[in-house]
């Protein structure tokens, strides 16, 4: 279980991940030390009106037979004391579809097998704005949710070094322990969206318009 109150890891927050092959700073083991902003991003940014990068992107709420839901823990690679929380997804490659990016990213990230009819969604859209790898982006982001039967079977085997560089954990939290972190959660509002989501999708899309992530930052 995570020590949620410090955003620090014990042994049983990442069970069924394994960390062998990777070094203390996230990186894998036996590999030069790297940064994102030396790392290629991928092409889905492009250069927006206003000057920001943007992209679309595919979240996946994922929650299994005992309400616990799956986040990733990641760090800013300018400033790695400050941690957050988040969803499973990423960006939309060329030839995809929201729901495609949303299994693939689901394995890549977590090692974990759902398919397009798994997904219930979208239960939420969102616009981002954030800084990575010393840029300001937007992220127009699509979420669906995804009930799973099984918990077991977590692998960061599929992490990308760029990932590795900034992702520290994979770990199920109830949403208890949702409420009481004191790092940073993205969205802000997870706790609430997550409680609303666990008896059942509603069919409705709940739309929470532009959110400035980097307002949270002191």
Not at 13 to 25: C, F, M, T
Not at 123 to 142: P, W
């Amino acid at each position: 279980m995570t020590d949620l109150s410090s955003g620090t890891p014990d042994a049983h927050a990442v069970s069924g991940v394994p960390s062998s092959g990777l070094s203390s700073g996230g990186t894998l083991a036996g590999q030069p030390e790297t940064h994102p902003e030396t790392q290629h991003l991928d092409p889905g940014w492009t250069l927006g009106p206003d000057g920001m990068l943007t992209r679309h992107a595919a979240r996946v709420i994922i929650v299994d037979a005992t309400d616990r839901v799956l986040l990733l823990r990641g760090h800013d690679a300018d400033d790695p004391t400050r941690h957050w929380w988040f969803t499973v997804g990423g960006g939309i490659d060329p030839g995809e579809d929201e729901r495609d990016a949303a299994v693939r990213e689901v394995f890549e990230e977590t090692g974990l097998r759902v398919a397009r009819d798994d997904l219930d969604g979208p239960v939420l859209t969102r616009s981002a704005i954030f800084d990575f790898a010393r840029a300001h982006r937007l992220q127009h982001e699509t979420f669906y949710v995804v009930r799973l039967d099984s918990a077991a079977g977590l692998s960061r085997s599929g992490w990308t070094l760029l990932e590795s560089s900034f992702l520290d954990e994979c770990a199920w939290l109830t949403l208890d322990e949702l409420r009481a972190v004191e790092i940073e959660v993205f969205p802000a509002s997870l706790a609430t969206i997550v409680a609303d989501l666990l008896p059942g999708w509603d069919g409705t899309t709940q739309h929470l318009g532009t959110e400035d992530e980097n307002t949270a930052v002191g």
